[in-house]
């Protein structure tokens, strides 16, 4: 059987299984992001939620042997959703970033691979295949880079001509000798809008970003918030779409094509206030199978105590205090007194004193603190 005679069947089967765009490249070594990837190490930029050593993430024979080539798939997701749920005073609602809308992404692309990875045993039995889709080594980025699925752009996503950045992205490695594409043109030109967007200057120059500022990175964290960030973050429960929603070449790119994609606007803009008391159980059954879940509760809950805050909500200051004083966690009492601070109502003044006398962790007696020395300043 002839190579591109396989190469054109397989990319017209994709496309029946609900991929939007897929690409050919070799399994040579990823010289050039090996010496990325060494930067950002060096630099701590790297966020660590990256899998592997450098050498794994850039030398696919590592992962399989008898690899040849790569196939890159993308799936485009929306950007926008009909009947956006508003916040109002008294009924704030934060929100979770378009790569967690509709079910766990890692899903819809697992499964798109495996049916893609079944068609192509069928073809060529003796196929040996390996598929990956985030978690794994290999950076999803420069697979799909160097095979012409999109551009590596100035905020670092791969934008793709057809539907911008929002796709997601996996690969498979194979044993077959696939005829590689040829990467496409860089499309940034002298645009710094990304750059300049991005609320915390996490992108460093084009193409580089430090992760340690990102805002979708520091919605993922479970410690204390730095301070620095505490306002920047807003009403982001998960993740940050600023650098992507800036990008002119998203402008009007809005791709509704897979339903287990659309988001439930309830759950990926919801109220505030009630998820202050979701219980791990109810957490994991309303929310569990969105990838914005993947950290747990705690994280999330962060954000809700720091949005509410940022809000100066009055109406959640009762909340907000039996939290400080009751919840075993002290990144949520600490967090929960910084927000109560923000509000700044009598009520939370008196609260913050109380509970700073019984307090017993150090770092939480430092934000109550420094909540009360915020209210007395102001
Ligand atoms: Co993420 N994430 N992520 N992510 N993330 C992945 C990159 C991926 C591929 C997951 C997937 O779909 N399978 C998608 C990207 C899809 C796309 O590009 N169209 C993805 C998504 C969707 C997001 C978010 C949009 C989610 C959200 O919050 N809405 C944001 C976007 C933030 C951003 O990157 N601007 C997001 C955030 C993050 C955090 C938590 C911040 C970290 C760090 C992100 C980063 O490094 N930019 C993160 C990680 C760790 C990953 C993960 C697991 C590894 C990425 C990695 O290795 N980063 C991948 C999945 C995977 O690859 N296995 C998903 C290290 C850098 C060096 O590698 O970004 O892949 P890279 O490298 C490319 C560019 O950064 C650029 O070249 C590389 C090839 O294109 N580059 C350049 C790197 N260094 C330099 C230096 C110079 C000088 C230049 C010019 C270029």
Redesign the pocket.
Known sequence: MKIEELQKDIQAYAKTIGIDKIGFTTADI?T??KE??R??QELQ???????GSIEE?TEPQRLLPESKSIISI??AYPSRMEKTPRGTKGDRRGIF????WGID??VA?RERLDKLGEYIKKRVPDAVIKS??????????????RAGV???????????KEYG??????EMLTNIPFIPDSPIEDGCGDCTI?LDA?PTG??V?????N?QR???????TKDFLPEEFRTKIGNRL????T??QVCPWNRGKDSHFHKELEPEPELVKPRLKPMLHLSNREFKEKFGHMSGSWRGKKPIQRNVILALGHYKEVTAVDDLIAIMKNDPRPVIRGSAAWSLGKIGTDVAREALSHALEKEDDEQVQYEMENALFAMTAN
């Open positions: 990823f050039e992001m990325r990837l930067r950002q930029y790297q966020s660590g939620f990256e899998k993430r993308a799936v970033a378009r790569a967690s992404y890692h692309l990956m889709v985030d978690t794994g080594e290999l950076s999803d980025r420069a697979v799909a880079e999109g551009f590596s752009g100035k905020n670092t996503s791969i934008i793709t950045s929002f796709v997601y992205l996996g990304c991005c996490a992108i120059q084009g193409g580089q970003l992760a990102c805002i979708a990175f520091l919605t993922q998960y993740g940050c779409d650098c992507q």
